[in-house]
């Protein structure tokens, strides 16, 4: 329950629409999260079905899509959030927010570990897509619409098609 509770504050300090707590229980993200858990920890215990049973009724409610492999941290906000696709072995750091359309996708061309790995403190914007085994590092900015074949670093900033830095914080 602790977990609910948490997620319920994350999605309170992120969204400055939300006015109550009861409020939250009818955002997608926070359907989708539960639901997320719910189906991983099948996934987890190799009760494969049930699991994606669960994330595509997830999908089916929410429009937003997260494989029950994917390893998802912490405080994970995702806005107006339809058409989020998150890939089965997508890694999730804490405190990602991310944006309606995202993908965190594979290119198709590879096997095993073939989907991002988002580190922490990650902002994606609309519409952007992280496809491929390659790393988003912690603190990273991904705008809108870029899509992402290419390790970025942390602090970095990156943005277009394809994904370009176009600045790099200090940390």
């Known amino acids: 329950m602790n977990f609910i509770k948490e997620q319920i504050k994350t999605i309170k300090e992120k969204d400055p629409a939300i006015t109550s707590n009861f409020e939250v229980l009818l955002y997608p993200c926070f359907k989708a999260i ?8 099948f996934y987890k215990k190799k009760h494969f079905l049930i699991a994606r049973y669960l994330s595509e ?9 997260i494989h029950p492999g994917a ?4 405080g994970l906000f995702i806005d107006h959030g339809t058409g989020v696709v998150i890939g089965e ?6 405190n990602v927010t991310m944006f ?17 790995t988002v580190g922490n403190n ?3 914007g609309s519409g952007a897509k992280i496809l491929g085994n390659i790393t988003i590092g912690d603190n990273a900015k991904i705008g809108a619409n870029a899509v992402i074949l290419k390790d ?3 602090n970095a900033t990156v943005v277009g098609v394809p994904g370009k830095i176009v600045r790099i914080r200090n940390s």
């Open 34 to 41: 539960i639901y997320y858990k719910i189906s991983h920890y």
């Open 89 to 94: 072995t997508a890694v999730v750091g804490n």
């Open 122 to 124: 990650v902002f994606i």
């Open 71 to 74: 390893i998802i941290g912490k």
């Open 100 to 116: 309606h359309g995202v993908t965190l996708g594979g290119t198709g061309k590879q096997k095993g570990k073939r989907h991002p």
């Open 152 to 154: 970025v670093p942390e």
């Open 57 to 65: 009724k997830a999908k089916r409610k929410t429009g937003i899509e």
